[in-house]
């Protein structure tokens, strides 16, 4: 959590490092100038109380995010150079280091009717990135291949369920290998760092002995890139979404390469509806969804379903 911690000005660093120490397990931190700080916890909404140097569930109190508070955090957040991260600003976001993704709102610069800058950022929001060892272990069972392998596999949720912590465990038992699956090579395209968490080209969270990583690489072009030069038996990729993406998978599939992918859906119907899916389930492109939930107390479970979209689990 450090790597949140160093880019709040130092005054909140305690009542930071006081919430995380409270067992709240923060998802999701929101700075919108003029509004309380929110960091929304597995179980509900905190605020920050700077009299009690801890965090409440009243907003009453809560300490007022300030507009030099912002320029601070940035600054911070950007190494003082604000001009490296505009490239990604203008897509809406940008990665710190450890993988937290950072959203980003405020007035826009548009040039023939698409986003060239967002300027006067008056919101943030901080999603937590948290490696969990081995919470893809029960999935593991459900996606191989009896032989050796897995199946092609997409696993879906709505935004904040955990698509990118379960991808990123499975990458790593995938390639480090279980007591039932011999360990795989894998190719991963981290368009967004949010996978390898990449400082300098070298992923510091854990995916495996027998993986490799393009860090901060469009998807379709990396996957092409890592099938020419890599010889992955897996490509993994986090939020697949848009045509280019969905045909360089299928580049992937007819080389023989198994897609390991994650997309937004929070059911079956919901993945049905979407359009660009609508091939690869006609084609039978894909021979496991698995779907995550959360309920109302933060606790996580899935479901899984094979290519006709039965439910196995």
């Known amino acids: 959590?450090?790597?949140?911690?160093?880019?709040?000005?130092?005054?909140?660093?305690?009542?930071?490092?006081?919430?995380?120490?409270?067992?709240?397990?923060?998802?999701?931190?929101?700075?919108?100038?003029?509004?309380?700080?929110?960091?929304?916890?597995?179980?509900?909404?905190?605020?920050?109380?700077?009299?009690?140097?801890?965090?409440?569930?009243?907003?009453?109190?809560?300490?007022?995010?300030?507009?030099?508070?912002?320029?601070?955090?940035?600054?911070?957040?950007?190494?003082?150079?604000?001009?490296?991260?505009?490239?990604?600003?203008?897509?809406?976001?940008?990665?710190?280091?450890?993988?937290?993704?950072?959203?980003?709102?405020?007035?826009?610069?548009?040039?023939?009717?698409?986003?060239?800058?967002?300027?006067?950022?008056?919101?943030?929001?901080?999603?937590?990135?948290r490696q969990k060892r081995g919470c893809a272990r029960a999935v593991i069972p459900w996606i191989a291949q009896e032989g050796g392998g897995i199946h092609n596999t997409l696993i879906l949720s709505p935004p904040g369920v955990g698509k990118t912590t379960m991808l990123r465990d499975c990458?790593?038992?995938?390639?480090?290998?279980?007591?039932?699956?011999?360990?795989?090579?894998?190719?991963?395209?981290?368009?967004?760092?949010e996978i390898g968490a990449g400082v300098g080209g070298i992923p510091q969270n854990e995916l495996g002995r027998r993986t490799d990583v393009l860090d901060n690489c469009p998807k379709a072009e990396g996957m092409r890139l890592l099938l020419r030069s890599m010889s992955p038996q897996i490509l993994a990729?986090?939020?697949?979404?848009?045509?280019?993406?969905?045909?360089?998978v299928e580049e992937a599939l007819h080389c023989g390469c198994r897609v390991l992918g994650t997309l937004h859906a929070g059911d079956v119907q919901e993945l049905r509806e979407k359009e660009h899916l609508s091939r690869w389930l006609g084609k039978g492109f894909f021979g496991r969804f698995v779907f995550l939930r959360q309920d109302g107390a933060g606790k996580r479970g899935f479901s899984v379903y094979d290519r006709e979209l039965r439910k196995l689990c």
């Not at 990458?171 to 190719?187: C, F, H, N, P, Y």
């Not at 697949?240 to 360089?248: I, P, S, V, W």
Request: with cysteine; proline share 4%; aromatic share 8%.
């Open 1 to 129: 959590m450090e790597e949140i911690i160093r880019v709040f000005p130092n005054a909140f660093r305690p009542v930071c490092r006081a919430g995380f120490a409270q067992g709240i397990e923060p998802e999701e931190i929101r700075l919108r100038v003029g509004q309380p700080v929110m960091v929304q916890g597995k179980d509900g909404e905190y605020y920050w109380d700077m009299a009690a140097q801890s965090v409440t569930r009243r907003p009453a109190g809560g300490y007022v995010w300030r507009e030099a508070d912002m320029k601070e955090a940035l600054a911070r957040m950007s190494q003082y150079s604000m001009y490296a991260l505009e490239e990604e600003i203008r897509e809406g976001y940008f990665t710190l280091p450890g993988g937290h993704r950072v959203g980003v709102a405020g007035k826009t610069v548009c040039a023939g009717g698409k986003v060239t800058a967002i300027r006067s950022i008056s919101s943030l929001n901080i999603r937590v990135a």
């Open 171 to 193: 990458i790593r038992l995938l390639s480090d290998g279980t007591e039932a699956l011999a360990g795989q090579k894998v190719g991963v395209v981290d368009e967004r760092s």
């Open 237 to 248: 990729v986090d939020e697949l979404g848009g045509q280019e993406d969905c045909l360089a």
